[in-house]
Nanobody
Framework: QVQLVESGGGLVQAGGSLRLSCAASGRTFSSAVMGWFRQAPGKEREFVAAIRWNVGTTKYADSVKGRFTISRDNAKNTLYLQMGSLKPDDTAVYYC??????????????????WGQGTQVTVSS
């Protein structure tokens, strides 16, 4: 089993920054892919970014490229999402997720088998 616990959400003004964290525990896997997703009220869950844990390869949604950065700390088993130039449209519950597979990074949430409970990010205008 893998446990993922997000933290760092909150209320921020447009143009501001926020850093989300996701602490991973349980089974360890060097070849895992970890990602961030978000879901706004009334909308489907949306891919934000992903990273392959062992080599650091990354992938971003077009909507966040240049504003968000995904990273990880191997020693702390923690995933991060640094968010900058935030917009009201970034308001959502943000989820940390993981899957085990080789190949290109996947943005389909159905491929992710492990999920955190989510953390709310609210961007005010």
């Amino acid at each position: 089993q893998v446990q993922l616990v997000e933290s760092g959400g909150g209320l921020v003004q447009a143009g501001g920054s926020l850093r989300l964290s996701c602490a991973a525990s349980g089974r360890t896997f060097s070849s895992a892919v970890m990602g961030w997703f978000r879901q706004a009220p009334g909308k489907e869950r949306e891919f934000v970014a992903a990273i392959r844990w062992n080599v650091g390869t990354t992938k971003y949604a077009d909507s966040v490229k240049g504003r968000f950065t995904i990273s990880r700390d191997n020693a702390k088993n923690t995933l991060y999402l640094q968010m900058g130039s935030l917009k009201p449209d970034d308001t959502a519950v943000y989820y940390c997720a993981a899957y085990l597979a080789l190949g290109p990074l996947i943005s389909d949430p159905r491929r992710y088998g492990y999920w955190g409970q989510g953390t709310q990010v609210t961007v005010s205008s």
